[in-house]
């Protein structure tokens, strides 16, 4: 007996070593494959106990089939291996197969109890699978579980997430106790259902009850605000965070982060970002964006690189931002280098950073590379064949983006709203009246899609552009939806292109009553008023403008020489090579005035928002960033420039002319579209200039029909004078000829103002 005993002492002081190890958890995989083999040998493995810590391990690691090949091997497993199997499965995201190991529970005779219940109701909720949650509520019931806080609570965010709002909240309702968990369930249901306002009041009434939130409900709360722009309620909420001591949390902080951005306030944004401690990707990711998506694209491509600095590595979001912020720079050297950071088969397997890229390529004038991208893209869904068709329409190869069109429909894709915006831009562009016409009628009639606010902005432009400005203002008022600032922005534009002082006032009026801080408005109603010779109401204009306080946009360039962007302003004179710069632009100038370039300076009153109008028309930032160019880069480099505002006709001209004499191909990229330039020619083939000239064509035609019927309408008078000379008095002069002197006065006069 004695003998016995002291040969088994050895084998149970190996298997209680080996329960100690599991329970008090194991350092890797490998050391539990060891205490896993080990029961083996000792023949425990089939130890219900045992082996539930052994398959808890293996969840903690992560080995998922490792897990699946131990459940398999047993033999007669109980409720509490069932639940751990299903529960750690759906802790490492395999939603399917922890329903399919719930239904073998239940084939195997097995009811699943309070523990059970949870974990399968998330799997169902993250499947989205609401017919079968439906049927495990019924089970819930007939089980006796319907009184379980937890149970129903896992209930309420399964009905949340699915969007089934009334049954949440009647779920919700028969709640006994209410706890921060199920409150922040039936925010998160708003939010997915796109009901911010909602979500924001049901958080509200969470902190009335007096409930202390978590992490995870104050961040759905700050989304909500992000998402509806409630940049006053995420300041009450800001402020509330740091009243209960969560400023610090690194996920509260983040989303603090990207409401601030998203809102547009980029300096509360950095404040916030600055004060984490611990800063990760996702807060970089979610900075870079901000700057990226608020017209910040230096500061951008700047907190890139000192996230470069800090050793880390840049995930989807952080690349896809600072590709932006290149293609806002017009980087394209910049651009490339980020990209090298990714691995290619990453990127033409990952559609948000293959579209980043193609947008990049595109921006940057290259469409040959972005199309090599769009080639390569492994993965092409609707968002990447909407960039390819935008990035040709912007560059002007609008055949291209009709013969894309029709791929789209032959890859088993079904056009939707974005596509339709590329074509429509892609016309506009090109002044495809008619095409653009079709393309929009052919979305409710062909395709069954409902125009958006976008769309209608894209004809309205398209329409202005062409001088049908009357079509285009009736397209606003027969509009489903009330116009917003872009829609009147664009008929503005397209008043200011054929002066139409008229229809402007109307279309400015919409405008400040929708953005009366937006300075824009003004300046470009001045200039229609200057341009029409209305100097009193365009000195009215001005002075409204100082009455509120309004600044005007100065113009901006930017362009990379050696992976470095400079930037330049309107009459800027703080570069370094200022000197060589306007050395540069006087030999230019001399060498433009003898092809035969006259400064166009009525542009300095027409296109006052593109440039400040004290400032010459030689000092414009695109033409210092060209001239900095020729100076710095090899005489076969192309020039690409990116510009804030509209090229102004005048700098169109020089350009042409500036391409031809030196010999360079220049790409400039401004707020409206991409030009061109080589050889004398420019992409857009003056299609602004064409439009313009009909215009004042049609102006004069009416001008003189008008008066040829006030003339037929008023009674015959007889001259004072004959314009034979002979029936002349004496001494008398003939009224063509005293016409033609007063004439002579006159033009002697302006020559007299123009030298002053």
């Known amino acids: 007996m004695t003998a016995l005993a002291s040969r088994a002492s050895p084998a149970i002081s190996k298997a209680l070593e080996t329960k100690q190890c599991l329970v008090e958890g194991l350092t890797s995989f490998k050391h539990l494959k060891h205490a896993h083999a080990r029961l083996l040998r000792l023949g425990l493995d089939q130890d219900n106990y045992l082996l539930n810590l052994v398959l808890r391990s293996a969840f903690d690691f992560g080995q998922t089939n490792y897990a699946r090949l131990v459940f398999h091997q047993i033999t007669e497993p109980n409720i509490y291996l069932w639940n751990t199997i299903i529960r750690g499965l759906v802790s490492n995201e395999c ?394 922005g664009a008929l503005l534009g397209g008043c200011r292109l054929h002066r139409d002082t008229q229809l402007a006032e109307l279309a400015l009026k919409q405008l400040i009553e929708l953005e009366p801080w937006n300075s824009a408005h003004y300046v470009l109603l001045s200039n229609v008023y200057s341009a029409s010779e209305k100097w009193d109401e365009a000195a009215n204009i001005r002075s409204r403008m100082n009455e509120k306080g309004l600044q005007k946009i100065p113009g901006c360039s930017w362009i990379e020489v050696n992976g470095v962007v400079h930037e330049f302003l309107v009459g800027d004179k703080s570069h370094e090579l200022s000197d060589k710069i306007y050395a540069k632009l006087d030999e230019l100038a001399k060498d433009l005035k003898a092809a035969g370039y006259v400064p166009t300076t009525d542009f300095v009153l027409f296109d006052i928002e593109e440039e400040e109008k004290e400032h010459f028309l030689g000092c414009h930032s695109e033409k210092l960033a060209i001239a900095f160019a020729l100076i710095t880069t090899a005489p076969q480099d192309t020039i690409r420039v990116s510009k804030n505002l509209r090229v102004c006709g005048d700098c169109h001209q020089a350009m042409k002319l500036i391409s031809k004499i030196t010999g360079r191909e220049i790409i400039v990229r401004d707020n409206n579209r991409f030009h061109r330039f080589l050889d004398g020619s420019c992409s857009c083939k003056d299609y602004w200039k064409v439009y313009r000239k009909k215009t004042f064509e049609a102006e004069s035609y009416r001008k003189k029909t008008k008066k040829r019927q006030r003339q037929k309408r008023r009674p015959a008078k007889k001259p004072l004078y004959s314009e034979n000379p002979k029936s002349h008095p004496q001494g008398c002069t003939s009224y063509p000829k005293r016409r033609r002197r007063r004439a002579s006065e006159l033009r002697g006069k302006q020559s007299s103002l123009q030298e002053l």
């Open 95 to 488: 939603w399917e197969d922890a329903v399919r190991f719930y239904g073998s529970m239940r084939t195997e005779g097995f009811f699943p109890n309070s523990y059970t219940f949870p974990f399968v109701l998330k799997a169902c909720a993250r499947r989205l699978d609401f017919q079968f949650g439906l049927k495990i509520h019924t089970l819930v019931v007939k089980t006796g579980f319907d009184f379980d806080v937890y149970v129903k609570t896992s209930l309420l965010c399964l009905y949340a997430k699915c969007g089934y709002m009334e049954h949440a909240h009647k779920v919700f309702d028969d709640l006994p106790e209410k706890n921060v968990v199920s409150w922040t369930a039936i925010v998160s249901g708003y939010i997915g259902a796109g009901k911010y306002r909602e979500a924001i009041d049901t958080f509200l009434r969470l902190l009335e009850m007096g409930l202390r939130p978590d992490s995870l409900s104050l961040v759905r709360a700050l989304s909500a605000c992000s998402q509806l722009g409630d940049l006053r309620s995420g300041e009450w909420i800001d402020n509330y965070i740091t009243e209960i001591g969560m400023a610090r949390n690194v996920f509260v902080a983040t989303s603090l982060v990207d409401l601030y951005a998203k809102c547009g306030n980029m300096e509360k944004a950095r404040l916030v970002f600055d004060g984490i401690v611990e800063k990760d990707i996702v807060a970089w990711s979610s900075m870079i964006q901000g700057y990226a998506s608020n017209g910040l694209p230096k500061e951008a491509v700047d907190l890139f690189f000192q996230m470069q600095k800090e050793n880390l590595k840049p995930d989807c979001y952080a690349m896809v931002g600072v590709l932006s912020a290149c293609a806002r720079l017009g980087a394209l050297e910049l651009g490339e280098w980020a990209s090298n950071l990714v691995d290619k088969n990453e990127i033409f397997n990952n559609p948000v950073l293959g579209t980043a890229l193609i947008d990049m390529y595109a921006k940057c004038g290259s469409m040959v590379q972005a199309w090599e991208v769009f080639k390569g893209m492994k993965k092409k869904d609707h968002v990447v064949w909407n960039a390819a068709m935008s990035g040709l329409a912007m560059n002007g190869h609008v055949k291209a983006v009709f013969g894309l069109f029709g791929q789209v429909e032959k890859y088993g894709f079904r056009a939707n709203g974005n596509t339709f915006m590329g074509l429509l831009c892609g016309c506009s562009h090109a002044g495809l009246v008619d095409e653009g016409r079709r393309y929009f009628n052919n979305m409710t009639r062909v395709y069954s899609l409902t125009p958006t606010i976008e769309h209608h902005g894209c004809m309205v432009d398209l329409l202005g552009r062409a001088g049908l400005l009357d079509e285009a203002y009736q397209l606003i008022e027969s509009m489903p939806m009330k116009a917003n600032s872009v829609v009147w």
